[in-house]
């Protein structure tokens, strides 16, 4: 009946706005709409059997378990080299040349990079000369002195010149040494900072060597909470992009012992075994961390939830007379397969309310239709 009172006004306005001989050519636009808007009042117009006011509210519940169980820690970090060297030339210069790639592995000694050594050289052979002729001086100065020709004193202030110069051309010399880079040991070229041609301040660093035989680390932070929880040697698993059907083993191996002052998490490094597939730095990886200690904590079905805010959730419980109930507040610590894992708010709470929880209010009267034990 509401629908041919609709159909009615959308036929009084389609004929006063357009004319009856225009109406009339348009008869499946004019049955379109009537079907829709009868679609629309029909789909809005269906109640739940549950939300009716004064009725009593059809509920299922579940039982509260208390477990002693060690609840994981989800994390996540970057993957690197356990040990990861920024390297660098100890004097300036103009970098001459890079002899590797990113990415390419290199051995033990290998040559990666060089600064012009034109005036190093120059620098050398100057401490050379200088060093030689304060060997001469100091050789002419003690036969002066034992022909009484020249004082001790000159004698000395000869030796302390040939000290200075031998000293000069050690100097020139370990700069020397150092104005070409080698691998520490077998490696990788993990990236450049610098190309050929720029002139580099001493320490400026040029590549990032990673070492091939140190292994895999992830650097995770967790919270304070999470942190004493965690000992050196607990075992974990972590789950790359690169590979989402592997979990790869891995096990704690340094914990920080001062946070990070801008996040104001804790470092914990993970150390990852690749198991043969090849990883790269720079892998973002799930990690969860299996703590050896084990915590005392409620379990609910996820299902018992009506609405949270961030760790805080709200819940719905039987009273003593089973008819009414009452609104609770928990602490939720994580979900985990499809149950709730809450750290405080259900003590001395036995049951909970799930099917049937959103027509609930404060006011609501229930009947409870099963309990899941």
């Known amino acids: 009946m509401r629908v041919g009172r609709i159909a009615a006004v959308i036929n009084d306005v389609c004929i006063g706005k357009f004319g009856e001989e225009k109406v009339r050519r348009s008869t499946g636009l004019y049955f379109v709409l009537i079907i829709c808007t009868g679609l629309l009042i029909g789909g809005c117009g269906k109640t739940p059997e549950n939300a009716h006011p004064g009725r009593k509210v059809r509920v299922h519940t579940a039982v509260v378990e208390l477990k002693v169980l060690s609840i994981p820690i989800l994390t996540s970090g970057k993957l690197r080299f356990s040990k990861e060297s920024k390297l660098s030339f100890k004097t300036p210069g103009i970098l001459s040349r890079i002899y590797s790639k990113e990415g390419v592995a290199v051995n033990k000694n290998a040559r990666m990079a060089a600064l012009d050594l034109a005036e190093i050289n120059a620098r050398v052979n100057q401490a050379r000369s200088a060093n030689e002729k304060a060997n001469r001086d100091l050789e002419r100065a003690k036969r002066l002195y034992i022909d009484k020709v020249v004082t001790l004193e000159q004698l000395q202030n000869a030796e302390t010149a040939r000290d200075v110069a031998r000293s000069e051309l050690e100097i020139a010399e370990f700069n020397l040494r150092h104005a070409v880079i080698y691998a520490p040991e077998d490696g990788f070229i993990l990236k450049k900072f610098s190309e050929e041609g720029e002139l580099l301040a001493a320490g400026q660093p040029v590549l990032l060597f990673g070492s091939g035989e140190s292994g895999w680390v992830i650097q995770a932070g967790i919270t304070d909470r999470q942190i004493v929880r965690i000992n050196a040697g607990d075992t974990a698993q972590v789950v790359f992009d690169a590979y989402p059907k592997r979990v790869f083993k891995a096990r704690v191996s340094e914990i920080e012992a001062v946070a990070n002052p801008y996040t104001g998490t804790f470092e914990v490094e993970i150390r990852v075994l690749p198991e043969g597939e090849t990883l790269y730095s720079g892998f973002i990886g799930r990690v969860t961390l299996f703590p050896k200690?084990?915590?005392?904590?409620?379990?609910?079905?996820?299902?018992?939830?009506?609405?949270?805010?961030?760790?805080?959730?709200?819940?719905?419980?039987?009273?003593?007379?089973?008819?009414?109930?009452?609104?609770?507040?928990?602490?939720?610590?994580?979900?985990?397969?499809?149950?709730?894992?809450?750290?405080?708010?259900?003590?001395?709470?036995?049951?909970?309310?799930?099917?049937?929880?959103?027509?609930?209010?404060?006011?609501?009267?229930?009947?409870?239709?099963?309990?899941?034990?």
């Open 293 to 373: 200690e084990k915590q005392r904590v409620h379990i609910i079905p996820i299902e018992a939830l009506t609405e949270g805010n961030q760790k805080k959730a709200h819940i719905f419980t039987p009273n003593a007379d089973r008819k009414s109930v009452s609104r609770h507040t928990i602490v939720i610590d994580r979900i985990w397969e499809n149950q709730v894992l809450v750290l405080s708010g259900l003590e001395n709470i036995r049951e909970v309310i799930t099917n049937g929880v959103q027509y609930l209010d404060e006011k609501s009267e229930i009947e409870i239709v099963s309990t899941i034990k």
